[in-house]
């Protein structure tokens, strides 16, 4: 197994903070998003989406996406659960991790691309040159406050995204959390749950990975 990874982007991050929480590591080969490694013919005949993570099997399968590597390694390595034990918590578990990519995560990515000087023609990830939007930038500010003020609220009575454990959507809502600095969009300091909760995620040794 090889993981395609880039230290600076939040996609893998979110893959290699899972893999911390299990105690597992996987050969990795920095692929350089900011010089355009991922545009390579070698590494679109990997990936034609041309993004990262990518997890590459011994079968040379490779799987693209986030939670769908997750979910390999989760079904690998049982232990300690990160995508719930029962046909109920993998459910709404699943149903936070959505929500949170959705209202969270892309949102933040709405916001940032459609605004970082760097990233001009080139507002999504991926092999299409697409200009910035500058009201989907200031829409996508919007929707991260919501976010936030949704998060929480969801905080209030549970320890963490899904309830008494952590799972991959507290690693996933940390990795939108600390995107969303990168567009000046932290969370406000009155989001006294929310703040709690990124205190205690954040401090796990896995959110250095
Ligand atoms: N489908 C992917 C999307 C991952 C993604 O957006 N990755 C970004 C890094 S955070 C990327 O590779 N961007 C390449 C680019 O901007 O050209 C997933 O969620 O796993």
């Known amino acids: 197994m090889k993981l395609y990874d880039c230290a600076t982007a939040p996609s893998p991050r979110r893959v290699r903070i899972f893999l911390a929480e299990k105690g597992l590591t996987i050969p990795t080969v920095q692929v350089d998003l900011r010089g355009g490694e991922q545009f390579t013919p070698a590494f679109r005949a990997l990936n034609p989406d041309c993004t990262v993570p990518v997890l590459e099997l011994d079968s040379g399968t490779a799987i693209t996406d986030v939670i769908a590597i997750c979910r390999y390694v989760e079904e690998l390595h049982p232990d300690p659960a990160l995508m719930g034990r029962t046909p109920e918590a993998r459910a709404t ?15 933040v990515q709405e916001a940032f691309r459609n605004a970082a000087p760097g990233l001009r023609g080139k507002a999504l990830p ?13 829409r996508g500010r919007h929707r991260v406050q919501h976010f936030f003020a949704w998060l929480d609220s969801r905080l209030v009575d549970h320890a963490f995204v899904s309830g008494p454990h952590f799972t991959i959507a507290d690693i996933s809502a940390m990795v939108a959390v600390d995107f969303s600095a990168r567009a000046q969009l932290e969370p406000a300091g009155n989001l006294r749950h929310l703040q709690r909760w990124y205190g205690e995620v954040s401090m796990r040794p896995s959110a250095k990975a």
């Open 93 to 107: 578990i699943e149903c936070w991790v959505r929500r949170i990519e959705w209202d969270g995560i892309y949102a």
């Open 126 to 138: 991926g092999p299409l040159s697409l200009e910035q939007i500058p009201a989907l930038a200031e």
